[in-house]
């Protein structure tokens, strides 16, 4: 079993700036893949960024340029760095851990509005 805590959502302007994090507890071996992910209202979960084991990222073209992921493998945490935020940034976070299998967090509400 493999529970979550996840933070840093809210109501940000456009233009602003928030910091995701995720920090993964219990069943945990070795950590391969650990990422993140967002559902809109009205649209499919997609994906937004990963990072490998081995500190290799990889972004999708909505956010390269302005989200930044990390990793602390000391602490099984994934964090999300969201700068110059979008209105159509606005969705529900997922953070995604892949070590024998893939888990998902509950998910945490970003809102970019004026």
């Known amino acids: 079993q493999v529970q979550f805590v996840e933070s840093g959502g809210g109501l940000v302007q456009p233009g602003g700036s928030l910091r995701l994090s995720c920090a993964a507890s219990?069943?945990?071996?070795?950590?391969?893949?650990m990422g993140w992910y967002r559902q809109a209202p009205g649209k499919q979960r997609e994906w937004v960024a990963l990072?490998?084991?081995?500190?290799?990222?990889t972004y999708s073209d909505s956010v390269k340029g302005r989200f930044t992921i990390s990793r602390d493998d000391a602490k099984n945490t994934v964090y999300l760095q969201m700068n110059s935020l979008e209105p159509e940034d606005t969705a529900v976070y997922f953070c995604n851990v892949v070590t024998r299998a893939a888990y998902w967090g509950q998910g945490i509400q970003v809102t970019v509005s004026s």
């Open positions: 219990g069943s945990i071996f070795a950590i391969n893949v």
């Open positions: 990072v490998t084991r081995d500190g290799i990222t």
